[in-house]
């Protein structure tokens, strides 16, 4: 058996980039769902409409608090605060685990290892300022930055900062339509 008419191989790269100089790309657009979007071309540039993410949050396990009242707290005079369910307000304390969005009204959170509980109150062994363990909103990404260029391929990662940064859907290329027409004696 011979390979008549296939004397020279044509490596793939070389192949693609021989098709993709004879072929127009699409210049029509179409939004679709992000959910829907994974494998999808971006036509345009995407910024975040909104903060990531969009709520202070607690950056380490503890009591969100008031800071300023902490201020006297040390390790010989601990300051004694009410522990709350709710928003914070003055000598009230609220739990708090890292990630958590902050209470209303708390501006600062103690680790939990600068604090002791005594049932419904705790004993707080150190001064905190305002802030202090706390991510603000919009840390991973702000209102406004970019996301994600034109041309970008979409992977399924990209598809949560998008959900994220605001978006419902997104402006893509049409997918084209392609057929495989397979020919010859070697098929079974």
């Known amino acids: 058996m011979g390979h008549e ?3 020279e191989v044509t490596r793939l790269a070389a192949a693609r980039e021989e ?3 004879v072929i127009d790309p699409p210049e029509t657009v179409e939004s679709v769902p992000v959910a ?9 540039a995407v910024t975040a409409e909104r903060d990531v993410p969009g709520f202070d949050r607690a950056a380490m396990d503890g009591y969100a608090v008031v800071a300023t009242d902490t201020h006297d707290a040390s390790g010989r005079s601990p300051v004694v605060l009410d522990t709350v369910d709710g928003a914070v307000d003055t000598r009230r304390a609220r739990y708090v685990h890292t990630g958590s969005p902050m209470p209303d009204g ?7 290892e600068e604090t002791e509980e005594r049932g419904d109150r705790i ?3 150190a001064a905190v300022p305002p802030g202090e363990n706390v991510a ?3 840390e991973d990404v702000e209102s406004g930055d970019p996301l994600f260029e034109a041309g970008r391929r979409l992977r399924p990662s990209d598809l949560g900062l998008l959900k994220a940064g605001g978006y419902r ?4 290329r049409p997918e084209p339509p392609v057929s495989v027409v397979p020919t010859g004696e070697e098929l079974v």
């Open 5 to 7: 008419g296939f004397a």
């Open 19 to 21: 098709l993709l100089s």
């Open 36 to 44: 829907d979007a994974d494998g999808r071309t971006l036509t345009e």
């Open 106 to 112: 708390a501006d600062a959170v103690v680790r939990v």
């Open 123 to 125: 004993e707080v062994f």
């Open 136 to 138: 603000p909103a919009g």
């Open 169 to 172: 859907s997104v402006p893509v």
